[in-house]
């Protein structure tokens, strides 16, 4: 769903309580898991970004107006926000609108959840539900990812995997065109709630990048 207001303090890891415990533990983190499970300095790359923009600056980005889309009852760390010239990806990446020259929105391909996201597509994310199968806890909030690769002018390709709810994407590439000046390069499969059978965005987006 749609947030007009998020924990600043959470999003720039001022508290560090929630979902990271102690210092020691955060590696084990939720976020770990979803988003860098290959990559060990995931946190300190996002630690270094907030270090090289600014906390205040952020600060007052995120004090602004924004856009930002959370799934009710998933951790508030999974907020995907767009201020006045931030994409903030919670302990993913904050990324100047400014450097945006295409983007595309992509369903995931071939997740190994594919099935267990068809079989409760329309059902609101519930973080107790417990499946019948072994192995799929991690599924519940999986289901909903999409990617976002991005291009800046040097055609450098940049792309995340983040939890979005079939609803907001059309709202987010939206409100992403209207704050840079970018080429959309968008599959329908995502507003759709699909996942993809035949290929990633990623390879699609690379096959493209130098015709538009």
């Given at each position: ?9 959470k ?22 898991k ?14 270094e970004r907030?270090?090289?923009i600014?906390r ?11 856009d ?5 009852k ?19 990446d904050?990324?100047p609108?400014?450097?945006v ?6 369903a ?7 099935q ?10 519930d ?7 072994e ?24 792309t995340?995997?983040?939890p979005?709810?079939i ?11 209207d704050?840079?000046?970018a080429?959309?390069l968008?599959?329908?499969?995502v ?7 035949d ?10 990048i130098?015709?538009t």
């Amino acid at each position: 769903m749609k947030i007009d207001k998020v924990d600043i303090e959470k999003i720039l890891l001022t508290d560090k309580r929630g979902i990271y415990g102690q210092e020691k533990d955060e590696g084990k983190g939720f976020f770990k898991k979803l988003f860098h499970g290959k990559n060990k300095d995931a946190g300190t790359y996002y630690e270094e970004r907030i270090s090289e923009i600014g906390r205040d600056e952020l600060e007052q980005e995120l004090s602004g107006e924004i856009d930002a889309y959370w799934i009710a009852k998933s951790d508030p760390m999974t907020t995907i926000i767009l201020t006045e010239n931030y994409l903030i990806l919670p302990n993913q990446d904050i990324f100047p609108l400014e450097n945006v020259k295409k983007f595309a929105l992509g369903a995931v391909y071939l997740p190994d959840y594919m099935q267990y996201a068809y079989d409760r597509e329309g059902v609101p994310y519930d973080p107790e539900y417990k499946s019948e199968y072994e192995g799929e806890e991690s599924y519940e909030l999986d289901r909903f990812n999409i990617d976002l690769v991005l291009a800046d002018e040097e055609n450098a390709i940049y792309t995340y995997t983040f939890p979005m709810e079939i609803p907001d994407r059309k709202d987010f590439r939206d409100r992403l065109s209207d704050r840079c000046i970018a080429n959309d390069l968008s599959e329908d499969l995502v507003f759709e709630g699909k996942f993809n059978e035949d290929h990633s965005i990623s390879q699609d987006f690379l096959s493209n990048i130098f015709k538009t």
